[in-house]
């Protein structure tokens, strides 16, 4: 998927974009992207077609201490 306009390009998650996320992520401006505490976000990632696999503690590479995660995957 690719939607792009003068402002913006919105485009598919590619191999690679692990890297710039944590980069983004290190300021901490993006802490509850994700997370089990983001209610709204994992809605939203449901109704879009992603299912909750399972939920479990996990240390990221930026964190300094494992948190609870949701891991979801897309059926296509």
Partial sequence: MRIETERIIIRSIERGDEMVF??????GS??????DAN???????????????????YKDIDDSEEQLYRFYSIKR
Wanted: avoid cysteine; glycine fraction near 6%; charged fraction near 35%.
């Fill in 22 to 27: 944590a980069e983004m992520a290190k300021d």
């Fill in 30 to 35: 993006l802490h509850d992207i994700g997370f």
């Fill in 39 to 57: 209610v709204p976000s994992w809605k939203t990632a449901e109704k879009a077609g992603f299912v909750l696999e399972e939920k479990r503690m």
